[in-house]
């Protein structure tokens, strides 16, 4: 179960990070990276911009990740509704075993 939350979360902060790029595109905002800008009206070749767009997701996407990794067990599944209700019931089948 907790597999399946971590494989939801880690494809969630990939979509997240695709939003953030789309988002600055379709308010013709900067592709801001690590070292350089590059303005999307401004750029002749797509080149340079692919690599821009490429970094910045790859940044976006390891610091999100890299946040959840940080996060205790606690911090990562409680709040998770489907994991309580999977724990909540494998402890009344436990409870109901045991009498």
Partial sequence: M???IDLTQFAKCHQD????????LIQSRPVVCRSRTVL???I???S???EQAVSRY?????????DYERKTSRQ????ELKY?????DIWVRAMFTLW
């Fill in 84 to 88: 309580r209700g999977y724990r909540e």
């Fill in 40 to 42: 999307p009206f401004a």
């Fill in 44 to 46: 002749k070749s797509y």
């Fill in 58 to 66: 790859e940044q976006a996407t390891s610091d999100k990740l890299e």
């Fill in 48 to 50: 340079p911009f692919q």
């Fill in 2 to 4: 907790r597999q399946c």
């Fill in 17 to 24: 990070s695709i939003n953030l790029i789309r988002e600055d």
């Fill in 76 to 79: 990562k599944y409680s709040a």
